[in-house]
């Protein structure tokens, strides 16, 4: 009976010992975790000193030379890097790196003020689509597929061409005006998926409001995709303002921003390569700032990550 006793109880002792903690725990570590890995971390660190720049750029265009983008001498016209002007000086002979780092300012507003507007309409149409059904989701679903059929580099282009003030916030709503689809499509479908939950379906039981269920069922627990493409989006946004301004159509002067010194450097920059090089540089790096950051975010609300 004791032999008996012994070899039933030695491979159920080990297996129940050997059992993993419950799966809430370790869900709520997997969350907590990832936000403090160097692939969040460091990316997050440049995106702080880009926004940074972009709220004080006098503090950092004084870092070098005056520091004023618009102290110009033609006599310094397209000079390269020197003493006190690192970046040189662009074709009216104006302090390069003053210009591009005063240039951060409306790139990254119109990044983060399209992607703002974009996930706040996103949110609005996307949960109620979702959550009434019907003929309120068929027709904000038909509206989206208008926009789906329509090239949005061409809609961008015609619309800004027909406005004669080009300003960060009139380029800002011409982008919203053709992102938001996607960024609702992205949360209707998270939130189709929340609304046939059991917690939701009790809340409409016990009597609970539309707007009551909306705020504090649907859109806590259906917000996670679309909070994981911000830092994409945004970093999107900033190179889409940047292409429609190199071609013409997007911020004009004497707004200083980087697609309007690349747009002003494409006729020079063969002779005289720095008027290109060091503004495409600040871009390139904002813009891979922000996408980093968009994917490590993506990952850490990925629940099918590791």
Same mark, same amino acid.
């Given at each position: 009976m004791s032999g008996t006793a012994e070899i039933g109880l030695g491979p159920v002792g080990p297996a129940v010992a050997d059992t993993p903690p419950p799966a809430a725990p370790e869900g709520a570590v997997r969350r907590r975790r990832p936000l403090l890995r160097p692939t969040v971390l460091v990316p997050a660190a440049l995106v702080g000193l880009v926004l940074l720049v972009a709220a004080f750029p006098s503090l950092f265009a004084g870092l070098f030379g005056h520091g004023d983008p618009r102290a110009c001498d033609l006599a310094h016209s397209r000079q390269g890097p020197t003493s006190g002007h690192p970046f040189g000086y662009d074709i009216q002979g104006c302090d390069l790196y003053a210009n591009v780092v005063h240039g951060a300012r409306p790139?990254?507003?119109?990044?983060?003020?399209?992607?703002?507007?974009?996930?706040?309409?996103?949110?609005?149409? &996307?949960?109620? #689509? =979702?959550?009434? @059904?019907?003929? $309120?989701? +068929?027709? !904000?679903?038909?509206?989206?597929?208008?926009? *789906?059929?329509?090239?949005?580099?061409?809609?961008?282009?015609?619309?800004?061409?027909?406005?004669?003030?080009?300003?960060?916030?009139?380029?800002?709503?011409?982008?919203?005006?053709?992102?938001?689809?996607?960024?609702?499509?992205?949360?209707?479908?998270?939130?189709?998926?929340?609304?046939?939950?059991?917690?939701?379906?009790?809340?409409?039981?016990?009597?609970?409001?539309?707007?009551?269920?909306?705020?504090?069922?649907?859109?806590?627990?259906?917000? &996670?995709?679309? #909070? =994981?493409?911000? @830092?994409?989006? $945004?970093? +999107?946004? !900033?190179?889409?303002?940047?292409?429609?301004? *190199?071609?013409?159509?997007g911020l004009k002067q004497p707004t200083i921003s980087w697609g309007v010194q690349l747009n002003t450097a494409q006729s020079a920059f063969r002779a005289d390569p720095h008027l290109l090089l060091f503004p495409s540089l600040f871009l390139t790096v904002t813009v891979l700032a922000f996408v980093l950051l968009g994917d490590a975010l993506r990952d850490v609300f990925d629940p099918r990550q590791p």
């Open positions: 790139s990254v507003f119109i990044g983060l003020a399209v992607t703002l507007g974009a996930v706040t309409i996103a949110v609005v149409l &996307g949960c109620t #689509a =979702a959550y009434f @059904g019907g003929v $309120v989701d +068929g027709v !904000i679903s038909r509206t989206m597929d208008v926009f *789906f059929g329509f090239p949005v580099l061409v809609g961008q282009i015609v619309i800004l061409n027909t406005i004669s003030t080009r300003n960060a916030l009139v380029v800002a709503g011409v982008l919203i005006l053709f992102v938001w689809p996607y960024t609702t499509r992205l949360m209707r479908s998270a939130a189709l998926t929340t609304v046939e939950q059991g917690y939701v379906k009790a809340a409409r039981g016990l009597g609970a409001g539309p707007w009551r269920i909306i705020t504090r069922h649907v859109l806590p627990n259906s917000a &996670g995709p679309v #909070a =994981a493409v911000v @830092g994409l989006m $945004v970093g +999107g946004m !900033i190179t889409l303002e940047s292409a429609l301004t *190199f071609l013409g159509v």
